[in-house]
């Protein structure tokens, strides 16, 4: 099924494609016919122009699917890996423009002065791109799509580069012969500029760079404020077209029920999805202590080992059953333990002491708390 963000990227990008379409064919013949070299270059850009709106439809149409099991992040890298893809024909495109106009000019030449239709097919150029930049843009903050705005800052940047026609053009009429070419030197330097910073920054989203530092600390400080959060660490994030995916670990009180711990961390996810629209995904861990540099309680016996050492030597003095109950908690490197005992219990003497000087000899046990409740 066709999503509401693929069909409107897909009509954006048919779009853009038939503008492309109509400029290339404008600026290759009148290029020639006018004798611009940079409105030719400008022409050849808007051509590869063509390539890049088809990579934008088929990525959003393959990227905007949603998670399966084999993709449980869903399938935004297509998208960006499909960014770095256009920024390395753009990239191609503005190197081959750059050396065709740096052998114009080593040549010694005399050009025909370049047609006044040069210059309307170019600022023609100009009001259309800016049109479909603005409304390029407008739609890729309605689906959020990076992939999109990238695309529409492309159009941006056909805006400028018509602009340099312009101004070679008004350069030749001047009496400078050679400005046509550097015009085409200045629109293929931008192109490689745009290309560039795509490129950048989709690589620095496949590696799983993290957000900015403004940004990361803005979800720590709404983090601290939830209630129940005592302190967070290990805040881990990063982007996937435009989606932001969160893992980090959330210090509660240690005495605290499992499942109120386990709230805490419900309440962390709905509340930071809610406060920043970007963020899709949360991964909450709940820690009961400051893990970050170390973890003391990591090589502590874990609740089965436990039930035997109790078993073993209270065997004698409580039922098996009350034994199970207890419930323990992993602090600092130690072992803290609660018994829940029948009333009827409450009134044998020295009870509780005889159980906690049979556990003393167990240095990992630093507590031993006793509430009683009526059978």
Not at 125 to 132: G, I, M
Request: hydrophobic share 50%; with cysteine; proline share 3%.
């Amino acid at each position: 099924m066709e999503t509401q963000r693929y069909r409107q990227t897909r009509f954006i990008g048919l779009c853009g494609g038939l503008k492309n379409i109509l400029l290339a064919g404008l600026k290759i013949i009148f290029g020639i016919t006018g004798h611009s070299h940079a409105l030719l270059a400008d022409g050849i850009h808007s051509l590869s122009d063509l390539v890049i709106d088809s990579v934008v439809i088929i990525a959003a149409k393959f990227g905007s699917k949603a998670a399966d099991e084999d993709h449980p992040y869903g399938h935004g890298r297509i998208e960006t890996a499909a960014t770095v893809l256009l920024a390395l024909i753009l990239a191609i495109a503005a190197v081959t423009i750059i050396i065709n106009a740096i052998m114009m000019i080593a040549t010694p030449y005399h050009p025909i002065e370049p047609s006044y239709y040069v210059l309307w097919i170019a600022l023609s150029s100009v009001l259309l791109n800016e049109l479909l930049y603005y409304a390029t843009k407008r739609i890729a903050k309605q689906v959020k799509s990076k992939l999109l705005m990238t695309n529409a800052w492309h159009h941006r940047s056909d805006s400028a580069s018509s602009i340099a026609v312009v101004l070679g053009v008004i350069g030749v009429w001047l009496g400078f012969p050679k400005l046509d070419a550097i015009a085409a030197i200045i629109v293929a330097l931008m192109i490689f500029k745009i290309a560039w910073d795509f490129a950048w920054h989709s690589i620095r989203e496949l590696v799983d760079t993290a957000l900015t530092r403004e940004e990361t600390k803005k979800i720590k400080l709404f983090i601290k404020e939830i209630p129940g959060v005592k302190a967070i660490h290990q805040l881990r994030t990063r982007s996937i077209a435009g989606s932001i995916f969160c893992d980090v670990h959330v210090l509660v009180d240690p005495r605290i029920s499992v499942s109120e711990g386990h709230y805490i961390g419900q309440e962390v996810d709905k509340r930071l999805i809610a406060a920043f629209p970007d963020i899709t995904d949360v991964v909450v861990h709940i820690d009961t202590e400051d893990d970050e540099l170390n973890n003391p309680s990591r090589y502590l016996p874990d609740r089965a080992t436990l039930l035997k050492i109790l078993e073993k030597q209270w065997g004698s003095i409580l039922p098996k059953m009350v034994i199970k109950t207890a419930i323990f908690h992993y602090l600092e490197g130690k072992v803290s333990i609660e018994l829940k005992l029948p009333l009827a219990l409450m009134h044998q003497l020295d009870l509780e002491q005889n159980l906690k000087k049979i556990m003393s000899t167990e240095k990992f046990i630093t507590d031993i708390k006793f509430f009683y409740y009526k059978s």
